[in-house]
C-alpha cells in the first residue's frame, strides 16, 4: 500500500485492497448515507461488489451514459435533480466510482450542489488513477470546447484498487498509458524510460506518474504557471476531440498526436531535438495510440482559439526540450505554420 499526500487529502493506492475503503470512510465520515455516481458499464461490473464491500453504509446510485459526452450541462442537471430526489443533504458525502468523466463530473457536481458537498474518488480507469481523479480540477463540456466550465475542488479522499484494470478494455487501458508517458516526457525521465519497454504498468509506474502530477499541483494549485506543463500535448489533443465529435479517438489517443504536433513546435522553436520526436512517435505506434498518416496540424488550428491557455498575451503552449524536461512558451497563432 502507497500513501501520498496532498496539500489536504491523501491518495490511497491499494492494490486488491478495496475491502479496506469502508473503514477509509468511517475515518473521516459519520454518517451512514452514501450517494455514488457512476456509468453504466462500471455499475454493470462492479456494483454488487461495491456494496458488498459498504454495506455498512445505505448506497444510492445515480448510474450515467458512459463517455464524454456525459460531461454536458444537460447530464449535470439530471444528476443534480436525481441527487435532490434521493434526499441528498449538504453534510453527505458523493462519490465518483469510474473513470475521468465519473470523476470529473462528480467533484463539479460536488462543487457547485449547495455550494459544496464533500466527495471521495474511486477510479477505475488507468487514465483517471494516474491524471483526472489528482489535483482538483472539476468540470463539463461546452459546444465550443472541453472543460469550459468547472472549478477547482479537491476531494477528502482519492482511493485507487489497480485491480479495476484487470476488467478494462485494452484501448482504455492504452488511453492511461498516453498519459503516463506525458507524466514521463515532461517531469520524470526514469518513468518514460520504463514505459518505452513497459506495455503493463504496476503499482510502481502509477505512483510515478501521480507523483510528477503532485508536484506541479503542489507548486501551483490554480494554474497559473507550472501546472500547465500538464497540458503538454492537449491543446491540440482538445481540439481533435472536440472537431471529431468526441467519437473518434479517445482522449489518451488525441493527446498522443497532440504530443507530436507539440514536439512538432517545440522543433520548429529550436527547443526540441528530431531524435525525441521520433523516439516518442516510435512509442506511441508501437502503442496503438496513433498510426500513420497522422493527423496534421494545419487541420486542427481552428479548434485551439477558446483553448482555456490563451490569454490576453497568447497561447501558453508546452514543449519538451528533453525527456523529463518541459517549459512554457508564448505563441500567436501565426506561430503554428
Given at each position: 500500500?502507497?500513501?501520498?499526500?496532498m496539500?489536504d487529502y491523501?491518495?490511497?493506492?491499494?492494490?486488491?485492497?478495496?475491502?479496506?475503503?469502508?473503514?477509509?470512510?468511517k475515518?473521516?465520515?459519520?454518517?451512514?448515507?452514501?450517494?455514488?455516481?457512476?456509468?453504466?458499464?462500471?455499475?454493470q461490473?462492479?456494483?454488487?461488489?461495491?456494496s458488498?464491500v459498504?454495506?455498512?453504509?445505505l448506497?444510492?446510485?445515480?448510474?450515467?451514459?458512459?463517455?464524454?459526452?456525459?460531461?454536458?450541462?444537460?447530464?449535470?442537471?439530471?444528476?443534480?435533480?436525481?441527487?435532490?430526489?434521493?434526499?441528498i443533504?449538504?453534510?453527505?458525502?458523493?462519490?465518483?466510482?469510474?473513470?475521468?468523466?465519473?470523476?470529473?463530473?462528480?467533484?463539479?457536481v460536488?462543487?457547485?450542489?449547495?455550494?459544496?458537498?464533500?466527495?471521495?474518488h474511486?477510479?477505475?480507469?488507468?487514465?483517471?488513477?494516474?491524471d483526472?481523479?489528482?489535483?482538483?480540477?472539476?468540470?463539463?463540456?461546452?459546444?465550443?470546447?472541453?472543460?469550459l466550465?468547472?472549478?477547482?475542488?479537491?476531494?477528502?479522499?482519492?482511493?485507487?484498487?489497480?485491480d479495476?484494470?484487470?476488467?478494462?478494455?485494452?484501448?482504455?487501458?492504452?488511453?492511461?498509458?498516453?498519459?503516463?508517458?506525458?507524466?514521463?516526457?515532461?517531469?520524470?525521465?526514469?518513468?518514460?524510460?520504463?514505459?518505452?519497454?513497459?506495455?503493463?504498468?504496476?503499482?510502481?509506474?502509477?505512483?510515478q506518474?501521480?507523483?510528477?502530477?503532485?508536484?506541479?499541483?503542489?507548486?501551483?494549485?490554480?494554474d497559473?504557471?507550472?501546472?500547465?506543463?500538464?497540458?503538454?500535448g492537449?491543446t491540440?489533443?482538445?481540439?481533435?476531440?472536440?472537431?471529431h465529435?468526441?467519437?473518434?479517438?479517445?482522449h489518451?489517443?488525441?493527446?498522443?498526436?497532440g504530443?507530436?504536433?507539440?514536439?512538432?513546435?517545440?522543433?520548429?522553436?529550436?527547443?526540441?531535438?528530431?531524435?525525441?520526436?521520433?523516439?516518442?512517435?516510435?512509442?506511441?505506434i508501437?502503442?496503438?495510440l496513433?498510426?500513420?498518416?497522422?493527423?496534421?496540424?494545419?487541420?486542427y488550428?481552428?479548434a485551439?482559439?477558446?483553448?482555456?491557455?490563451?490569454?490576453?498575451?497568447?497561447?501558453?503552449?508546452?514543449?519538451?526540450?528533453?525527456p523529463?524536461?518541459?517549459?512554457?512558451?508564448?505563441?500567436?497563432?501565426?506561430d503554428?505554420?
Amino acid at each position: 500500500m502507497t500513501f501520498i499526500k496532498m496539500e489536504d487529502y491523501e491518495i490511497t493506492l491499494s492494490p486488491g485492497g478495496l475491502d479496506q475503503l469502508s473503514n477509509m470512510i468511517k475515518a473521516m465520515y459519520k454518517d451512514v448515507h452514501l450517494f455514488v455516481i457512476t456509468d453504466h458499464h462500471v455499475y454493470q461490473l462492479y456494483h454488487e461488489k461495491f456494496s458488498a464491500v459498504l454495506n455498512d453504509f445505505l448506497i444510492q446510485y445515480v448510474v450515467i451514459e458512459p463517455g464524454e459526452k456525459s460531461k454536458s450541462l444537460k447530464t449535470y442537471q439530471n444528476v443534480i435533480d436525481t441527487l435532490i430526489e434521493k434526499g441528498i443533504k449538504r453534510s453527505h458525502l458523493l462519490v465518483g466510482f469510474g473513470g475521468g468523466v465519473v470523476g470529473d463530473l462528480t467533484g463539479f457536481v460536488a462543487a457547485t450542489l449547495y455550494r459544496g458537498i464533500p466527495y471521495i474518488h474511486v477510479p477505475t480507469s488507468l487514465l483517471a488513477m494516474v491524471d483526472s481523479s489528482i489535483g482538483g480540477k472539476v468540470g463539463i463540456d461546452l459546444p465550443q470546447g472541453k472543460n469550459l466550465i468547472g472549478a477547482f475542488n479537491n476531494p477528502i479522499m482519492v482511493f485507487i484498487d489497480t485491480d479495476f484494470l484487470k476488467t478494462l478494455p485494452q484501448r482504455d487501458y492504452r488511453n492511461g498509458l498516453a498519459e503516463m508517458i506525458k507524466a514521463g516526457l515532461i517531469g520524470d525521465k526514469k518513468l518514460y524510460h520504463a514505459l518505452l519497454e513497459k506495455e503493463e504498468v504496476g503499482e510502481t509506474e502509477i505512483a510515478q506518474a501521480i507523483h510528477v502530477k503532485r508536484e506541479l499541483v503542489l507548486s501551483d494549485p490554480y494554474d497559473q504557471k507550472e501546472r500547465m506543463l500538464l497540458n503538454f500535448g492537449h491543446t491540440f489533443g482538445h481540439a481533435i476531440e472536440k472537431k471529431h465529435h468526441y467519437e473518434t479517438y479517445l482522449h489518451g489517443e488525441a493527446v498522443s498526436y497532440g504530443m507530436l504536433i507539440a514536439l512538432e513546435v517545440g522543433i520548429q522553436l529550436g527547443e526540441t531535438k528530431q531524435e525525441l520526436y521520433d523516439e516518442v512517435k516510435a512509442l506511441l505506434i508501437k502503442r496503438k495510440l496513433v498510426c500513420e498518416p497522422l493527423l496534421a496540424m494545419e487541420d486542427y488550428k481552428d479548434a485551439i482559439v477558446h483553448d482555456k491557455k490563451f490569454l490576453s498575451d497568447g497561447l501558453h503552449f508546452i514543449v519538451v526540450t528533453r525527456p523529463g524536461d518541459a517549459k512554457i512558451v508564448t505563441l500567436k497563432m501565426e506561430d503554428f505554420s
